[in-house]
């Protein structure tokens, strides 16, 4: 089976830096997605890491330790519409996606 | 805009009652995966079909069943409903190199009464 951890809540403020952290147990892997979701809307996908190190992606970026069963998503320069909830999820060993709880940022001004 | 379709949007119903929630997939994408998110669960699978055949299942209820059509859209039937049904149905595709990223549609939001 498949079990990930994630902080329920975060709080930063504009213009901060954030980072959130997802910790998985899994059969199996093959890759490690995060994903955004705005409350009532559809989640969209953010970034994909399936080597262990740092994906850059403008102001987001994700880093995976598969020894560690361990990443991170940092959000840079935060924006008042980074608000949403960061959903962290692991492809086993089929296509199947198993996502996390998720993490709810409120970014403040 | 995703490019994944479902429909309706909204579906308010009463308990022991059945509904059929439907998905278009993007143009070229075969496979089809539903999800359902509730407040305190987050996304959980519910099943995965590959261009007709279903592929994987998971926590999917016996009175839920799904299905694809050879025109690739897929349909998500609920029966014998009850309060706890009450959720958002996300369908979702993916391309066929098969990445893993996944293309969700709006969701379908289901209110049982």
């Known amino acids: 089976g498949q079990n990930i951890d994630q902080p329920t809540e975060m709080t930063a403020t504009e213009g901060a830096i954030v980072q959130i952290n997802c910790t998985y147990q899994?059969?199996?892997?093959?890759?490690l997605f995060w994903y955004q979701q705005h409350a009532g809307e559809a989640p969209t996908f953010l970034s994909y890491?399936?080597?262990?190190g740092l994906e850059e992606k403008g102001r987001f970026s994700s880093f995976l330790s598969r020894s560690k069963g361990y990443s991170y998503l940092l959000l840079k320069e935060l924006q008042m519409k980074d608000s949403a909830s960061y959903l962290c999820?692991?492809?086993?060993?089929?296509?199947?996606?198993?996502f996390g709880k998720g993490t709810m940022l409120l970014v403040s001004p | 805009d995703s490019g994944v379709t479902q429909t309706p949007k909204h579906l308010i119903t009463a308990t022991g009652q059945r509904v059929t929630l439907r998905c278009s997939p993007r143009s070229g994408d075969l496979s089809v995966y539903w999800y359902q998110q509730s407040l305190d669960q987050g996304l959980q699978f519910l099943i995965h079909y590959y261009n007709g055949e279903e592929r994987a299942k998971g926590n999917i209820l016996e009175r839920f069943s799904a299905q694809q059509f050879p025109d690739l859209h897929s349909e998500l039937n609920l029966s014998s409903l009850e309060l706890g049904d009450s959720a958002l149905y996300f369908c979702?595709?993916?391309?066929?190199?098969?990445?893993?990223?996944?293309?969700f549609g709006e969701g379908s939001r289901l209110t049982v009464l």
């Open positions: 979702a595709s993916s391309e066929p190199a098969n990445t893993g990223e996944l293309f």
């Open positions: 890491n399936v080597l262990d």
């Open positions: 899994t059969s199996g892997f093959n890759g």
């Open positions: 999820a692991v492809r086993g060993g089929y296509s199947t996606l198993t």
